[in-house]
């Protein structure tokens, strides 16, 4: 398995435009998960996704941000408008059941936005 | 809220050292697990050890789990400049699903 994909791997981007995350998650994974980490705040889970469904979405830090999970095999996190606070590396993660397993991360997106 | 904390944030010690990280948190958990990131990669999940459990193995890797003191403990024996990394325990707290990550113990082997 080619483990979690991520795209794109870095973004750059002006404030005020629309930025698209990816993922793919480990086949097989029905559980999903989105974070962003920076050097002041360490790694912070945003939402995260069982069987396609959002569970837990009391991370997003404002309607700025929107994720969506349309199939058991992707998941977009979109920042609309981007601002400069929103530079971060960005992970995607998957894990196959609930809490007692571990989850597999993806290698980010590092995101600038000036 | 609960978080994971580690103790120290940052550790310096020489290749063939034995490199002890530990982690505290507040609440109960189910499990706590530890994390390891080398610079610009993403986490790689290292062991998991459940909150009826005492002490798990896994290589050079033994991790501790004191539930009484809401503590754990990291212990990489014969260290290597692999060991490199930044190291996280992350918790899962008892009913919940989410793993919560601490701020991380930086870990430096010199040659």
């Known amino acids: 398995d080619a483990g979690v994909i991520q795209s794109p791997r870095h973004e750059v981007t002006e404030m005020g435009q629309e930025v698209t995350l990816r993922c793919k998650p480990i086949?097989?994974?029905?559980?999903l998960f989105w974070y962003r980490q920076t050097m002041m705040r360490g790694l912070e889970l945003l939402i995260y996704?069982?069987?396609?469904?959002?569970?837990?979405d009391s991370g997003m830090p404002e309607d700025r941000f929107s994720a969506k999970m349309p199939n058991a095999s992707f998941s977009t996190l979109k920042i609309q408008p981007s601002e400069p606070r929103d530079s971060a590396v960005y992970f995607c993660?998957?894990?196959?059941?609930?809490?007692?397993?571990?989850?597999?991360f993806g290698p980010g997106t590092r995101l600038t936005v000036l | 809220s609960q978080q994971g904390e580690e103790d120290p944030q940052a550790l310096s010690i020489q290749e063939g050292e034995n490199a002890t990280m530990n982690c505290s948190y507040k609440?109960?958990?189910?499990?706590l697990q530890w994390y390891r990131q080398n610079s610009g990669r993403g986490l790689v999940h290292l062991i998991l050890?459940?909150?009826?459990?005492r002490e798990k193995h896994s290589g050079r890797l033994r991790v501790t789990l004191d539930t009484s003191k809401k503590s754990s403990s990291l212990l990489i024996t014969a260290s290597r400049a692999a060991d490199t990394a930044s190291y996280f325990c992350?918790?899962?707290?008892?009913?919940?699903?989410?793993?919560?990550f601490g701020q991380g113990t930086r870990l430096t082997i010199n040659p």
């Open positions: 993660a998957s894990m196959q059941g609930l809490a007692n397993n571990e989850q597999f």
């Open positions: 086949s097989g994974h029905n559980s």
């Open positions: 996704f069982n069987n396609n469904v959002p569970i837990d």
């Open positions: 609440t109960s958990i189910n499990n």
């Open positions: 050890i459940r909150s009826n459990e």
């Open positions: 992350a918790t899962v707290r008892l009913g919940a699903q989410k793993l919560v």
